[in-house]
Nanobody
Framework: QVQLVESGGGLVQAGGSLRLSCAAS????????VGWFRQASGKEREFVAG????????DYGDSVKGRFTISRDNAKNTLYLHMSSLKPEDTAVYYC???????????????????WGQGTQVTVSS
């Protein structure tokens, strides 16, 4: 059983930056691909970014490519999402997730993830 706890969300002005963290416990974090997803009010969950277990392969959703950076520190069992040039449309609850089944890359489909955090709210004001 893996527990995930996100932090770092908050209110930021458009053009600003935030760094989200996701602390993992209860499992061998370094063995899993992990990802960030987000869900805005009234919208479907969206893949934001993913990273493989070794951290050398990343993937980004089209809407965040070039602005967000995903990284992980396996020694600290922590996943990060550095967000810059934030836009009001980035406003959402952000979730981290772990996939038991994938290691060499992080899938984009949320149904392929097995554990989820409780989410952290990011609000970008215009």
């Amino acid at each position: 059983q893996v527990q995930l706890v996100e932090s770092g969300g908050g209110l930021v002005q458009a053009g600003g930056s935030l760094r989200l963290s996701c602390a993992a416990s209860g499992g061998t974090f370094r063995n899993y691909a992990v990802g960030w997803f987000r869900q805005a009010s009234g919208k479907e969950r969206e893949f934001v970014a993913g990273i493989n277990r070794s951290g050398d392969t990343t993937d980004y959703g089209d809407s965040v490519k070039g602005r967000f950076t995903i990284s992980r520190d396996n020694a600290k069992n922590t996943l990060y999402l550095h967000m810059s040039s934030l836009k009001p449309e980035d406003t959402a609850v952000y979730y981290c997730a772990v996939s038991w089944r994938y290691t060499s890359y992080a899938p984009r489909a949320g149904r392929l993830y097995d554990y989820w955090g409780q989410g952290t709210q990011v609000t970008v004001s215009s």
